[in-house]
């Protein structure tokens, strides 16, 4: 069974263009959740997702990031007009079941660098 | 706003040598995971508890969850170099719509061979 995808791996951007990040959850796992690692900082909440639905954006910026997960395929982080701040470790995680748990498994994450 | 404080930051120890890593928060959670993280790598899961009090070991790693459920600790016996990496905790609220993590600040470890 495979674990949870990203790709890209790394990705250069020069400020002002987009990025976007996919994940694959692992298999049967409907629940998908974005975190964000800062250097120096430690890793953080960005959005929740279920299949074609954003349950929690609470963590994300407000202006130029957006997240989604639709009915077929990966779930897309998308980064509209990045800036140097933007440089840091996208993960991805999934899990099978809300409950209390809560077992996320996290992919290698893809590390943007903004030029 | 929920905070996971986890101490010491670092941690340079010898090959063999025991240690703690500790979780601490004012919050109660429903549960906590440990996770290990190497360089340029995701975090992997380790453990997960629920009850206050549980005590789960994997090989020479020894979890325990607080009695309130507010901390944790990460105990290794005999330490290997295979052991070095970025020890985070984390924890969530169950209950509500989302089961985002809150995650510590983290515990670097080096063992030296």
């Known amino acids: 069974n495979a674990g949870v995808m990203q790709n890209p791996r790394h990705l250069v951007r020069r400020r002002g263009q987009e990025a976007r990040l996919r994940c694959s959850p692992m298999k049967g796992h409907s629940h998908v959740y974005w975190y964000r690692q800062l250097p120096e900082e430690g890793l953080k909440f960005m959005v929740y997702l279920q299949k074609e639905n954003i349950i929690d954006e609470s963590g994300m910026p407000k202006e130029r990031f957006s997240a989604e997960f639709p009915k077929e395929g990966p779930s897309i982080l998308r980064i509209q007009q990045v800036v140097r701040g933007d440089s840091a470790a996208y993960f991805c995680?999934?899990?099978?079941?809300?409950?209390?748990?809560?077992?996320?498994?996290f992919g290698p994450g893809t590390r943007l660098t903004v030029l | 706003t929920q905070l996971l404080e986890q101490s010491p930051q670092f941690l340079s120890i010898q090959e063999g040598e025991n240690l703690t890593v500790y979780c601490n928060s004012s919050s109660v959670f429903s549960s906590l995971q440990w996770y290990r993280q190497e360089p340029g790598e995701g975090p992997v899961l380790l453990v997960t508890?629920?009850?206050?009090?549980e005590v789960k070991k994997l090989k020479r790693l020894t979890f325990q969850f607080g009695d309130a459920r507010k901390d944790s600790s990460l105990h290794i016996t005999a330490a290997q170099p295979g052991d070095t990496g970025l020890y985070l905790c984390a924890a969530a609220d169950y209950g509500g719509a989302t089961n985002k993590l809150i995650f510590g600040t983290g515990t670097l470890l080096a063992v030296q061979p």
């Open positions: 995680a999934s899990s099978p079941v809300l409950d209390r748990y809560n077992e996320q498994f």
């Open positions: 508890v629920v009850t206050g009090g």
